[in-house]
Nanobody
């Protein structure tokens, strides 16, 4: 079983930056996809960015050029660097690990972009 704990959310002004972290523990297979999702009340959870076990990354069009996903295998941590934040980036952000036969979610961390 995989456990995920997000941190790094908070209140930031438009144009500012935040870095989210997701500490990963448990048994991770050789092939996986790790990702960040976000959700606002009343809307579906949406994919923000993902990274495969091979290192390939992908981003939602709305965050391309502003967000960067990365991982530190030595620290078992997934990151999301968020720059040039906009009010529409306000959401609860969730970390996810997808492996064959299983998916795990963190508890979420709130990001609020407001002046």
């Amino acid at each position: 079983q995989v456990q995920l704990v997000e941190s790094g959310g908070g209140l930031v002004q438009p144009g500012g930056s935040l870095r989210l972290s997701c500490a990963v523990s448990g048994s991770i297979s050789s092939f996986y996809v790790m990702g960040w999702y976000r959700q606002v009340p009343g809307k579906q959870r949406e994919s923000v960015a993902s990274i495969t076990s091979g290192g390939s990354t992908s981003y939602a069009d709305s965050v391309k050029g502003r967000f960067t996903i990365s991982r530190d295998n030595a620290k078992n941590t997934l990151y999301l660097q968020m720059d040039s934040l906009k009010p529409e980036d306000t959401a609860a952000y969730y970390c996810n690990v997808l492996m064959v036969g299983s998916t795990s979610w963190g508890q979420g961390t709130q990001v609020t972009v407001s002046s």
